[in-house]
């Protein structure tokens, strides 16, 4: 009486196995004509082939190996700081206006002291060149997975967005001090350390050695970068010496929060785009770079808007911001502490996917939020 329903499955089940080895065959086909057609070779093709496939296998060894090892990856690395008193100041300088009056400005144009945003700048460029492979600019990263862009994959991306995000907190950070943070508005020149570290930070994220456009020899990426960090090492060192200045006012440290709040609000804007129009929760193969993009930049900002609390406490206690700057820092420490293993971007009201987006996207707008608020005190 149950043979006939036995005989259904197993044939359900024979068709299975075939249609399994059928694929696996088609996989395997193109492998075993090349293998096929290798054995037929020449000891000198033979050689030359070889050779050239374990170059090919040790080089993507090398490139998933870093793309998977986040040396000295550490949410709370800004806690490690402990940043040294000033040495010496001195007095604000007014600044002169439109009319060619001048006006008192609130806070303190330092020397012979390190700047702590200086510092923290240099280290996140040491951390994504130095110990971390700057995965941007990886030949493989750049050929893609058989000609497809590694943004448009699931795996082997999230590291490199990663670090463009804390690229991205770098690249604002080294405008501001070459534009405000670095001289004395009005009355002296661009620092041409912080001129050449700007130069150097905003260089195109993925040359390579070689390229086409033009055709020819390049200096890769990560050598630009690491031209940077020289440059603001060299100006901290110059700045111990008392020979530059670093122009903690109130008006300067205003304008970098409102550009940080910006630089981040065009960020919460992408999530918000990829999380309402695509809705394809684990199979979302952009989610997980939109994601690590963000984290980035908050990473990175971490780090800045720490060293920021130290180079300008006299503004933060005169205006009583110390705890509106605390809550600051508490919200990007909280936005770090998510790191799921798979990124999902699903809907808001789903119920089987999580929305991973979205709670990034959250934490980003409470970040900006709070900095808006430091910014208003700021303009009062």
């Known amino acids: 009486m149950l043979n006939p329903i036995v005989n259904f499955f197993t044939r359900i089940f ?16 193109p492998f075993m004509w090349a293998g096929h057609w290798y ?44 940043f040294t008193q000033p040495a010496g100041t001195a ?46 600019s990886m030949i493989l990263y750049k050929l893609g ?23 991205q907190a770098i ?3 080294a405008v501001e001090l070459v534009d405000t943070l670095g001289r ?19 260089f195109d994220e993925e040359t390579w050695y070689f390229g086409l456009r033009p055709f020819g020899p390049k200096t890769p990426t990560p050598s630009f970068y690491r031209t940077a960090a020289s440059s603001l090492r060299a100006f901290n060192d110059r700045l111990m010496k008392c020979e530059v200045v670093f122009n903690a006012r109130a008006d300067n440290l205003l304008q970098f929060v409102d550009r940080i709040a910006s630089d981040i609000g065009s960020t919460s804007d992408l999530i918000r785009d990829r999380s309402q129009n695509f809705n394809s929760g684990w199979f979302d193969t952009r989610a997980d770079d939109r994601f690590w993009f963000a984290y980035g930049q908050l990473y990175g900002y971490y780090g800045i808007l ?18 509106l700057w605390n809550s600051v820092e508490g919200q990007l420490k909280a936005a770090l502490a998510i790191q799921p293993l798979i990124i999902s971007n699903g809907r808001e009201d789903g119920w089987i996917m999580p929305t991973h987006l979205t709670t990034m996207g959250f934490y980003v707008l409470r970040v900006r939020s709070n900095l808006v608020e430091v910014r208003s005190v700021l303009d009062r």
């Not at 020449?42 to 040396?71: D, P």
């Not at 240099?122 to 941007?136: Q, R, Y």
């Open 184 to 202: 004395v508005r009005g009355t002296s020149q661009i620092d041409q350390n912080l001129q050449d570290a700007r130069g150097a930070i905003t």
């Open 306 to 323: 720490t060293a920021a609390h130290h180079d300008f406490q006299q503004i933060l206690d005169n205006r009583g911001l110390t705890p």
């Open 145 to 167: 997975f058989f000609g497809m862009d590694w943004d448009r994959t699931p795996f082997l991306d999230n590291k490199a967005s990663f670090q463009r995000g804390v690229n």
């Open 39 to 82: 054995t037929q070779r020449g000891w000198i093709l033979k050689a030359v082939l070889g050779l050239a496939l374990l170059m090919l296998i040790g080089l993507y060894g090398y490139f998933i190996w870093n793309t998977q090892v986040w040396s000295n990856f550490n949410p709370a690395f800004a806690e490690a700081y402990n």
């Open 14 to 29: 024979q068709w299975i196995g075939r249609g399994i080895g059928f694929a696996v065959g088609v996989i395997l086909w």
């Open 171 to 173: 690249r604002r950070t």
């Open 91 to 136: 007095p604000a300088q007014p600044a002169p206006s439109a009319t060619g009056e001048t006006a008192g400005v609130e806070g303190e144009v330092k020397t012979c002291t390190n700047s702590a945003i200086v510092q923290v700048a240099a280290d996140l460029i040491d951390f994504n060149v130095n110990e971390n492979a700057w995965i941007s």
